[in-house]
């Protein structure tokens, strides 16, 4: 099966001050689906979460139903790598394909949230600053009316990962060759970071995303709902290492990972006691092409049936729970 077969969904399946809507500016929609949408930056964003109270769990708004990464389109980049050469890396734009890719899996994503046959869905996006996940996003979200956009925040903690300098090419290329020996984790680039670098970062922007889940911070107090979807559109690296921390993967399983397809997307799906598990979406055979082990399978299986509140466990554990939960022990 090829990796991009994770970019099609299978048959079945904020920034919000109290009491006061996210203004309008935050995300210019398009009139009709067929106009792009043009964003702006959110620099007078609050803060709530500083002040965040922790509250017991039946107070607590309902959780999202989904949080849908979505890999940036084809870049020019991904064409020709001799373009960072030329232009710094934040602002390689996407190519005509790219914003097909993007328009298309704003197309899946609508399809899968209507198949919940739910009346009040909304999607709140989450974005990279680099000018090829803004302008993934401008395409995807032409799939949605403005009625249907509950906001959008730019995130420079979903950026990609700084490989340093570019310019020279050949140099590049060799400091890629030693990473691969090293280990693609915790070699980092001259001038730039390593992969634990950005899980540095990640874990700060994972902490801030559940404080905005824990607030509500996506709908108003009285119309809040637990069909909102979030999408966090990003680059390959950076939503691995969101993958890992979220599920607290190793080291050594987070580089068997690999990057799923330009314009593609892993959805993280509220599971039957409210965690997100991947396997609400995806099959484990889809799981598997982008380098999920059985273990990592078997905690995706716990995930299903596990509550928030629920300490984790480890992967044999995991196991002895799926088959409890099937022998009804």
């Excluded at 409210?274 to 995806?282: E, F, K």
Aim: charged letters at 30%.
């Amino acid at each position: 099966m090829a990796i991009h077969s994770l970019t099609t969904p299978p048959a079945s399946s904020l920034l919000f001050p109290p009491r006061k809507l996210i203004k309008s500016s935050f995300i210019q929609c398009c009139k009709t689906q067929d106009e792009s949408i043009e964003l702006s930056t959110n620099g007078k964003a609050s803060f709530p979460e500083k002040s965040l109270q922790k509250q017991p769990s039946s107070n607590l708004p309902p959780r999202p139903r989904r949080i849908i990464l979505v890999r940036h389109g084809q870049s020019q980049g991904n064409v020709d790598e001799s373009v960072y050469t030329r232009i710094a890396d934040p602002k390689i734009a996407l190519t005509e394909k790219g914003k097909a890719q993007a328009e298309e899996c704003g197309k899946r994503i609508r399809e899968m949230i209507e198949k919940d046959e739910a009346d009040d869905w909304k999607v709140y996006f989450y974005v990279s600053p680099y000018k090829r996940t803004r302008e993934t996003l401008q395409n995807l979200a032409r799939a949605f009316e403005r009625s249907r956009i509950a906001g959008m925040r730019e995130e420079p903690r979903l950026r990609e990962q700084d490989f340093g300098n570019f310019q020279d090419r050949e140099r590049m290329r060799a400091e890629k060759a030693i990473r691969m020996l090293y280990g693609r984790f915790f070699f980092r680039f001259p001038n730039g970071e390593s992969a634990a670098d950005v899980y540095d970062r990640i874990t700060g922007f994972r902490e801030t995303l559940r404080a905005d889940i824990d607030i509500g911070r996506f709908q108003p107090p009285g119309e809040q709902s637990p069909n909102m979807n979030l999408v966090i559109v990003s680059h390959g690296l950076t939503l691995r290492v969101f993958l890992m921390r979220w599920y607290k993967w190793t080291v050594e399983q987070y580089e068997k990972l690999h990057n799923f397809g330009n314009g593609g997307m892993v959805v993280m799906e509220r599971g039957f006691g409210g965690r997100y598990s991947l396997l609400m979406h995806h099959t484990e055979e889809e799981l598997k092409e982008i380098g999920l082990t059985d273990e990592m399978l078997m905690d995706q299986e716990w995930q299903k049936f596990a509550r928030p509140d629920v300490e984790e466990v480890d992967p044999c554990q995991a196991d002895w729970n799926r088959k409890a939960l099937i022998s009804g022990v």
